[in-house]
C-alpha cells in the first residue's frame, strides 16, 4: 500500500509538528487526533511511518528486538549468527474487533500440534515494539483493550499468563490514535495517557481547499509517480527528524523553566502529573526539531498548546481546551518577572488567578498557506452532512416569571419561550441492569449490562463442547494430549472446549424529555434538566448509547438521534427552549418508533426509556381523540414490547393529579420524584427481549 506524503500534506500545522514532536522522542507517549470526519486524520498518522528514520532490526525478529538487548523468548535473536539490517519503523493498526489473543500474544497452535512444543505467538504489541501502533476511532475501542493497552503503556512491558504460559517482552511504542467527536469521548485514563493532542478541521479558505483536492486527484491517478515528485521533500525531512533525534540529549530545559511549566499546570488547573513531565519532553523535542539544544520559554508555550488541553477536563461534559487569553497573561507574567519558586501551589500566582468559565478550543489550528512542501495535512473524504453544534453558552431567559402560562395553554401573544439552565444536582444516579440473558455480540461494549457467553470479555472457564464458537486452545490441548496420543497431539472433536466468557454491553438510553409550559411554572424545567444531566454523566460512564425526544407545543422531536456521544445530548438538552401545549401521546409515539429502528440495526444496545414529565397531555395524535387516553394505550404498548422503563414524575405543589404514576404503572416501570432521583442507585431489570 502506498500512502500519501507526508510533505504534500495542505495545511493543520499543528498536527504536523504534533506528529514530527512523538517522532523526535516517543517518550512523549503519542498523540490522538481529534476532529471532524473527512479531514484526513488517517492520512497524517500512516504518512509519518514513511518518513521515520529506519533502525536496525534482524530480519525475521516477530518481537522487534534492540539488537544489543533481545527478548529471551526470541529464537531469531538469539541466534549467536544473527545479522541486523536498517529497517523501516514497524507500523501496525489494532482494529477494533481484535480478540485479546490477537493484541496480547497467545499459544503457538501450529508448533503445538504439530511437535507438542508450547511456544509463544506474538500479538500486535510485539510488532509495535519501537514503532507505531495507530488506533482509528480509539473512542470506540472495546473496554476489555483499552484496559490492555492502559497496562502496558503504564510498564513498557507485556506480560502474558495464559493457556499455560508465562511470557514477558518489552513493548514500548508511539500510540497514535483519531477519533470523531460524534461517536463518544474517550475514557479518561486512556486519554490522560496520549502525551500530546491536537483539534483538526477542514479548512476554510478556498485556495487551500482547491489545493487538497489538486494534490488528492494527483496521488490517485499514480501514486507511484506523484510519492516520488515528492522524494527531496521526504528525505529531507527525514533527515532532519534523524538529527533532532541525536541532537535530543543534548537539550537542556534549566530550572526556571522547569518552574515555568509547574506553574503552568497548577493556575491552568491541571490534576494529572503526568502533564508536566511531556511538557518538560515536549518542550526539548521542539527545540531539538529548531536544532537548538536551550529551550526557550515559547518552547514552553508551544508543548501547553498540544499536552494540556485534553488533561484540563474534570467532569463529564466540560469540553477540553485552553483558554488562550489566560495563558498569554500566564506567559506575560512569567516574562515580567520570575516563576514563583519554592512555594506551595496554592500560593503561586494567587493574586493572579482568575475564574476560567470558558473554554475556547486550544488545540484548533491555523490553516497554511497551501503552497506545496510546506504544508500540513490534506483532507481524504469529503465532509459528508451537516455538522452537529458545539455551541457552549447557557441562554438564561431574559422573561419575567409571573407571566408564565398555565398547564396546557398556548404561549400568549408577544410572550417568548425561555431557555433554562440545569439546576445543580446532587450525587450521580446509577442505573444498574438485570440481565436475564447475554445481549450478544452484536450490541456495542460498554459497562452496564452483563453479556455471558459473548466472544468478548474476559475467560471465565472452558468447558467440552464438539461445536464451539470460541475455542479454548488450552483446555483442548491438555485434553488431547491427556488421552495418551504418542507422538505428536492428535486433537478430536471430543477435545473441543468452548471458551465461557462474561463482559458487558451498553446499553440506548432514550430520554424522552416534557419541555412544554406547563415545565417553566415554578421553574420545574431546570429540576428537570439537571435531573437529565444527572442521568447523563451516569451514561457517560458506563459508555452508553443515548438519544433525546423531546415534546411541546403541537408535536415531539427527535433532539438527537442515537449516538455515543453523550456530551452531544447534553448540549442539546442545555438549548432546549421550553413552551407551548404538551403532546405526550405524540411523544410516546416517536420513542416507539425510534427504538423500532434502533431495534432494526444489527448492532442495537438494549434499550431503556426514561421518560420525564408530569403526564399532563393535552395535545392528541388524531383530531378530537382523547390525550390521556392514546397515552395509556402507547404505554401498554411499549410495555408489550417489554422495553424496560423508568418515570420521573415532574409534577409539584398541593394539588397532584399522579398521572405520571398511571403511565408508569401502563408501562409496567418505576416511578420516582425529581426528589428521589438523587438516590444512589436505580435498579432496572432487562427482561427477556434480550435474549
Known sequence: MTNFPFSAIVGQEQLRKAL???????????????????????????????????????????????????????????????????????????????????????????????????AFQPGLLAAAYRGLLYIDEVNLLADHLVDVLLDVAAMGVNRVQREGLSVSHPARFTLVGTMNLEEGDLRPQLLDRFGLMVEVTAPREKAVRAEVVRRRIGFEANPAAYVESWRAQQDALQARLATAQELLPQVQLDDALLDLISHLCCELEVASLRADIVMYKTARAIAALDGRIEVTPQDIRGAAELVLPHRRRRKPFEQPGLNQDKLDDLMRQAQDESPPQDLPPDDMGSGQRTQDNQQNGGGQQAQGSGQPGNEPEQAIEPPDGAQQPHGSEQFESEQPQNGEQQDGEQPQRGQAEQVFAAAAGGPTARISVEAQS??????????????????????????????????????????????????????????????????????????????????????????????????????????????????????????????????????????????????????????????????????????????????????????????????????????????????????????????????????????????????????????????
Open 438 to 691: 447475554a445481549p450478544g455480540d452484536s450490541a456495542a461494549a460498554g459497562r452496564r449490562s452483563v453479556a455471558r457467553q459473548a466472544s468478548r470479555g474476559h475467560v471465565l472457564r472452558a468447558v467440552p463442547n464438539e461445536q464451539p464458537t470460541s475455542i479454548a486452545i488450552g483446555a483442548t490441548l491438555r485434553s488431547a494430549a491427556l488421552r495418551g496420543a504418542g507422538g505428536g497431539v492428535q486433537v478430536t472433536r471430543a477435545d473441543l472446549h468452548q471458551q465461557v466468557r462474561v463482559g458487558t454491553s451498553a446499553n440506548l438510553i432514550l430520554f424522552v424529555v416534557d419541555a412544554s409550559g406547563s415545565m417553566a411554572a415554578q421553574r420545574r424545567m431546570e429540576a428537570l434538566k439537571g435531573a437529565v444531566v444527572n442521568l447523563l454523566t451516569d451514561a457517560y460512564q458506563q459508555r452508553d448509547e443515548v438519544a433525546v425526544v423531546a415534546f411541546r407545543g403541537q408535536r415531539a422531536e427527535l433532539l438527537l438521534a442515537p449516538t455515543r456521544s453523550v456530551d452531544l445530548a447534553e448540549q442539546g438538552l442545555r438549548e432546549l427552549p421550553t413552551g407551548g401545549r404538551t403532546p405526550l401521546p405524540h411523544a410516546l409515539q416517536l420513542a416507539l418508533e425510534t427504538l423500532q429502528r434502533a431495534g432494526a440495526n444489527a448492532r442495537a444496545n438494549p434499550p431503556l426509556l426514561v421518560l420525564l414529565t408530569d403526564g399532563k397531555g393535552n395535545v392528541p395524535i388524531s383530531e378530537g381523540g382523547d390525550p390521556w387516553r392514546e397515552s395509556l394505550a402507547l404505554a401498554e404498548l411499549l410495555a408489550e414490547r417489554r422495553v424496560p422503563a423508568l418515570v420521573i414524575d415532574t409534577e409539584n405543589g398541593y394539588l397532584r393529579l399522579g398521572r405520571a404514576a398511571q403511565l408508569a404503572q401502563a408501562l409496567g416501570a418505576e416511578c420516582l420524584t425529581l426528589e428521589e432521583l438523587s438516590a444512589d442507585s436505580l435498579a432496572l431489570t432487562v427482561r427477556a427481549r434480550l435474549a
Open 20 to 118: 514530527m514532536l512523538c517522532a523526535v522522542d516517543p517518550g512523549i507517549g503519542g498523540v490522538l487526533i481529534r476532529g471532524d470526519k473527512g479531514t484526513a486524520k488517517s492520512t497524517a498518522a500512516r504518512a509519518l511511518a514513511e518518513v521515520l528514520p529506519p533502525i536496525e532490526l534482524v530480519p525475521g525478529c516477530a518481537f522487534n528486538c534492540t539488537v544489543d538487548s533481545p527478548c529471551e523468548h526470541c529464537p531469531t535473536c538469539s541466534q549467536a549468527d544473527r545479522v541486523a539490517t536498517l529497517s523501516p519503523v514497524p507500523f501496525v493498526t489494532l482494529p477494533l474487533g481484535a480478540t485479546e489473543d490477537r493484541v496480547l500474544g497467545s499459544l503457538d497452535l501450529s508448533r503445538a500440534l504439530n511437535g507438542g512444543q508450547k
